[in-house]
């Protein structure tokens, strides 16, 4: 029996917050294990200059003070994103913040970039720098705006200037429900101007990624693709949470403000995704998020035009072999398909 499987029934009986708080605790302490396994080379891909091992990595949120990067890498996961990290620490929104619905296999948080500020992330990055070297796996950091900043790109800047020496990639986040104002960042005007102010501001020319919500039209898609590809960027994160609430939620649940994660965000997330990668005519590397569970659900994502994929909320109810078994169970399809590399399975959907 793994750790999680015997501190699952406990951390469940916890509040998530509690529970979460435990689990970095434990990570810390070097509990997380590790599966030093190396990755089946099917599973290998080049993206905006990097290359990844496996395309399974650890979503924004769940580590957003960059304390258990390494951990959550030696867990198997081919990437890992910490973040979102704001330049000021902020305490974020008022508690209760997080609910589980289990029965749905999902999560509501309204967290509001509750993190240590810019500072802290940025000494945690450098000592982690040094210590992996150009170790297994890479390491995104996720950027986002002080809720009392009105000059959001300032912050943005900021946020990059900071940490572009220090990871293998940056994150733009545009797209959190829980601080106002943010997701007006993803208008064609203002998101152009924000990424190529980023890119400026950088201090080493890593690559910049956009994440997106997943509560967008058409229009405002063409819009992202555009701003995307004026301002050069090296890649789309589809997506964040979502502010909508699917039918079959319970009613006191489904009251609750934020953003939802998990098993239902999975088909309206890929369909951001698939028109994204129509839109771009695969021209633009996509990351794929929201609601992977399994092998199933990372190879679905791929196909409709995923180079990439990262999860969070599956984590909380299947622990840390879930990534062993997405990354067997990918390779396992693929061959199946007859693709020799995953490469060639990407946008594949349909033909
Ligand atoms: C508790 C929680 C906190 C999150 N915090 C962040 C964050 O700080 N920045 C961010 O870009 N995304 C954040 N996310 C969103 C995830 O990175 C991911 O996009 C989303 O949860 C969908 O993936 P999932 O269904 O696999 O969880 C958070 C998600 C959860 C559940």
Request: proline share 7%; no cysteine; glycine share 12%.
């Amino acid at each position: 029996m793994d750790r999680f499987t015997l501190a699952h029934p406990i951390l469940n009986l916890l509040p998530p917050e509690a529970a979460h708080r435990a689990t970095i605790h434990g990570l810390r302490l070097g509990l997380g294990g590790t599966d030093n396994r190396p990755d089946d080379p099917i599973l290998a891909i080049g993206r905006f200059g990097l290359d990844f091992s496996n395309p399974v990595g650890l979503a924004a949120g769940f580590d957003k003070n960059a304390e258990v990067v390494d951990a959550m890498l030696a867990l198997g996961f081919g990437f890992a994103e910490f973040g979102t990290v704001t330049p000021k620490p902020q305490p974020g929104n008022p508690k209760p913040r997080i609910f589980r619905l289990p029965e749905q296999r999902a999560v509501i948080n309204r967290l509001g970039f509750n993190n240590a500020g810019l500072e802290a992330a940025a000494e945690r990055a450098a000592r982690l720098k040094h210590r992996r070297g150009y170790g297994r796996g890479i390491v995104g950091g996720n950027i986002g705006k002080n809720k009392d900043q009105t000059d959001a790109v300032a912050d943005y800047v900021t946020g990059a200037a900071r940490l572009s020496p220090l990871v293998d990639y940056l994150t733009v986040n545009v797209s959190s429900p829980n601080t106002p104002g943010l997701r007006a960042l993803q208008g064609r005007a203002i998101l152009t101007e924000l990424l190529s102010a980023v890119q400026k501001a950088r201090r080493k020319p890593v690559p910049v990624l956009v994440k997106i919500a997943p509560d967008l039209t058409d229009a405002d898609l063409e819009d992202i693709v555009h701003a995307a590809a004026e301002s050069r960027i090296a890649g789309i994160i589809v997506s964040n949470t979502t502010i909508a609430r699917p039918a079959d939620l319970s009613p006191e649940l489904a009251a609750q403000t934020g953003g939802l994660s998990g098993a239902p965000l999975f088909a309206p997330s890929t369909e951001v995704l698939r028109k994204v990668y129509r839109l771009s005519g695969g021209s633009i590397p996509l990351v794929g998020v929201g609601g992977i569970a399994s092998a199933d659900d990372a190879y679905v994502k791929i196909r409709a035009g995923a180079s990439l994929v990262q999860l969070y909320t599956a984590l909380v109810y299947q622990g840390p072999g879930l990534v062993a078994r997405i990354k067997t169970g990918l390779a396992a399809r693929l061959r199946a398909d007859g693709f020799a590399r995953l490469e060639d399975a990407i946008g594949t959907e349909g033909r």
